[in-house]
């Protein structure tokens, strides 16, 4: 089963952030008070689409190949994400 | 064959690939327009005469999709965020007025090829426009927002002003040339 990392407290609705890190293979267990990332803070989906995007050299033209989807309908979905991330930074911010 | 496909073909086809099939489906409604004499002078207006050589014909789809393009672009350019082609544009506004064979396809027919003012088949035929017609624009529209990767209010006022537009324009240009 792939759970979900969760974002957002369940009680609240703020944004989690991180407390602690464990190793598995030693047990060593870390402490502290960390922000998750922008790219977890992500859907699923957009995040499967930046790494996709990143194997593909960064071309549009073979993402739009691999997803069997034309070319500008590739290139909305990627600004939909960089609008998402500009949203993240400012919320961040 | 979805049913999507059929009002919105861009999620799948664009670019040059769309340049292509529309312009092969412009060519043969206008090869048919002039076999049947089916003027489009612009896209809200279908008028019957066999009087013209085949360039008119071409010239009246010609013109009105390159201007209803130019307007779309010019819009994209101004209010889109995306990096807009225009390859994309000129192709999707070119498939997206295939269905505007339909009329002078049924007017091959021999019950349709010549009939009177106001009789049963000009109805016919003004029906079978008429849903292209529509077909036409609903593909217009998603051709532009997929195109331009444009939303809400922009989108849909930006869409009517760049098809009244290039209908002025189009019926302008054609008084002009023919």
Not at chain 2, 104 to 109: E, Q, S, T
Not at chain 2, 112 to 128: A, L, N, P
Not at chain 2, 149 to 164: A, D, G, P, Q, R
């Given at each position: 089963?792939?759970?979900?990392l ?7 609705e ?17 402490t ?47 600004d ?11 919320d961040?911010? | ?8 073909p861009f999620?799948?086809?664009a670019?040059?690939?769309s ?39 071409l ?31 000129l ?22 090829q ?15 426009y008429?849903?292209?017609l ?45």
């Amino acid at each position: 089963m792939n759970k979900r990392l969760p974002l957002k407290c369940p009680s609240c609705e703020n944004l989690l952030q991180v407390k602690q890190l464990y190793c598995e293979n030693c047990n060593t267990e870390v402490t502290g008070l960390y922000s998750l990332p922008v790219i977890s803070r992500l859907s699923t989906e957009d995040q499967k689409f930046i790494l996709d995007f990143v194997k593909a050299s960064g071309s549009l033209k073979i993402m739009a190949q691999n997803m069997k989807l034309s070319y500008p309908t590739v290139r909305n979905l990627l600004d939909e994400i960089i609008n998402d991330i500009n949203n993240l930074d400012t919320d961040e911010e | 064959m979805k049913s999507s496909n059929l009002y919105n073909p861009f999620t799948k086809i664009a670019g040059f690939k769309s340049f292509i099939i529309g312009l092969t489906g412009l060519l043969i409604t206008s090869y048919l327009a002039f076999l049947t004499g089916t003027h489009f002078n612009g896209l809200l207006n279908i008028d019957f005469a066999k009087d013209a050589d085949y360039w008119v014909f071409l010239t009246e789809n010609l013109s009105n999709w390159l201007l209803m393009s130019i307007f779309m672009y010019a819009s994209g350019l101004m209010l889109s965020k995306s990096k807009i082609r225009i390859v994309d544009i000129l192709g999707t506004t070119l498939l997206s007025r295939i269905p505007l064979v339909i009329a002078p396809l049924f007017r091959i027919l021999p019950v349709f090829q010549s009939f009177v003012f106001q009789s049963w088949e000009m109805y016919f035929i003004i029906g079978f426009y008429l849903v292209s017609l529509i077909w036409t624009i609903i593909l217009f529209f998603n051709a532009f927002k997929i195109s331009c990767n444009l939303k809400n209010e922009k989108l849909i006022v930006s869409f009517i002003v760049s098809i009244l537009l290039s209908e002025i324009c189009t019926k302008l240009i054609l008084k002009i040339v023919i």
